[in-house]
């Protein structure tokens, strides 16, 4: 057979068998389309899987949450009630107030956290303290500070009272320290207030924390702080008005609390701590520890 014969014979019939015009979509049509039984098939299956991302969502949700009580800011910051006495609200800082060491440090220091500014401390919550030898006072550079004098270590600790992670801190960690080591006469906690994070929101807590000291409540008065910035900005919880309806129990004199706000007279120990705070270094970190 000819070469010309036999590609004439191929060619005819490849036309025979596959026309120039193939329409194929009816069939593809047909096979895409869902019927009422595929539809019903399909939402079964979407229905499903919806109801597992649902369960897998509320399951994370659940296991995610932590119920450590530690980290639980609203349990460890709860508001102080109004008729009960500043031990029974704080009894963690109820121990025996000795007032400033001899030392060299603003006269307005002295008269803080001194036995005669709380003379009825309940001997309840401070019976633990005697035996351990805890107090809280000022030390001789002016700190105000809690723990057994004689222990080997001191803690000194710089926080701004609108600083959110100092929050955090004060409520997990620092508590579990002034538990474990301090209370038991182990270590001496020092507590210096700065206004670096807020400004004058920080400038009014921290004078606020001073002016409980009058009284004999700054540690009560430092934990309140944090209390009312977990939930509002600073410039709404540190407001003067804010700070003036502070009432930490029973015991605790508002008026006079109020009037030492007014005259802000503890700003010049305030500028003594940030200056201290950048000469020390501790603007690396936020404490050091100092063995006796």
């Known amino acids: ?20 015009t193939l329409d194929l979509w009816p069939a593809i049509r047909a096979r895409i389309e869902p019927t009422p039984e595929s539809s019903r098939r399909w939402m079964g299956v979407l229905t499903a899987f919806a109801a597992v991302i649902l369960v897998a969502a509320a399951a994370f949700v659940i296991f995610s949450r932590d119920d450590d009580p530690k980290h639980d800011v609203q349990s ?13 609200n704080f009894p963690q800082y109820c121990v ?5 060491e001899a030392g060299n440090y603003s006269p307005e220091l002295a008269n803080l956290e001194t036995s005669a500014s ?41 926080t701004d009272p609108a600083c959110p992670h100092c929050q955090e801190y004060f409520a997990g960690d620092l508590k579990r320290f002034i538990e474990d080591y301090v209370l038991t006469g182990q270590a001496v906690l020092e507590l210096r207030l700065l206004w670096g994070t807020g400004w004058e929101d920080s400038e009014r807590a921290a004078q606020a924390a001073y002016c409980a000291g009058e009284q004999g409540a700054y540690w009560e008065m430092v934990n309140t702080l944090f209390a009312l910035l977990q939930d509002r900005p600073a410039s709404e919880a540190f407001a003067l008005d804010q700070l003036q309806q502070i009432n930490l129990g029973s015991d605790f004199d508002m008026s006079r609390y109020g009037t030492c706000l007014d005259t802000e007279r503890y700003t010049s120990a305030l500028t003594a701590n940030n200056v ?17």
């Open 96 to 100: 025996p107030l000795v007032g400033g």
């Open 76 to 88: 460890e910051w709860a508001a102080a009630p109004q008729d009960q006495t500043l031990c029974a």
């Open 118 to 158: 709380r003379p009825n401390v309940d001997s309840t919550y401070t019976s633990v303290a005697w035996q351990t030898g805890v107090v809280r006072g000022i030390s001789a550079d002016g700190t105000p500070f809690i723990g057994n004098p004689n222990a080997p270590i001191r803690v000194l600790l710089f």
């Open 1 to 20: 057979m000819k070469r010309n014969k036999l590609v004439d014979l191929v060619q005819a019939a490849a036309e025979h068998a596959a026309p120039n």
């Open 276 to 292: 201290f705070f950048v000469r020390s270094g501790s603007d690396r970190g936020a404490e050091r520890l100092r063995e006796k």
